[in-house]
């Protein structure tokens, strides 16, 4: 599988912004699909996570009420919008996924993924 990442730039805090990931190179799609982030000097973090089977969503709770995390399964596609943004949120964000659907405890450690994109940059300044 091949995630492709799209959607970065540079906002002003308090504005928003929509990440897209497309997977591609399967004939199955992922049943779990998330975000996590990168700021320089720090581990990657979880962001958000929905599983297919369930259908239920996850966020870390920096971003709970503030961030959205979709999927469009024909499009075999990923989103994350990101509204009321702060400078906190400036990070190179990475879409991930998993082949099975993975239990909950596992969405939020980066070894569980199976696949990753790129990464695109978001910044935010104050």
């Known amino acids: 599988v091949q995630l492709q990442a799209s959607g970065g730039g540079l906002v002003q805090a308090g504005e928003s912004l929509g990440l897209s990931c497309a997977a591609s190179g399967r004939t199955v799609s992922p049943r779990t699909m998330g975000w996590f982030r990168q700021a320089p000097g720090k581990k990657r973090e979880f962001v958000a996570a929905?599983?297919?089977?369930?259908?239920?969503?996850y966020y870390d709770d920096s971003v709970k009420g503030r961030f959205t995390i979709s999927r469009d399964a024909a499009k075999n596609s990923v989103y994350l919008q990101m509204n009321s943004l702060k400078p906190e949120d400036t990070a190179v964000y990475f879409c991930?996924?998993?082949?099975?659907?993975?239990?909950?405890?596992?969405?939020?450690?980066?070894?569980?993924?199976?696949?990753w994109g790129q990464g695109t940059l978001v910044t935010v300044s104050s």
């Open positions: 929905l599983r297919s089977f369930t259908r239920d969503k």
């Open positions: 991930a996924a998993a082949g099975s659907q993975l239990i909950v405890s596992n969405l939020y450690n980066v070894r569980a993924y199976d696949y």
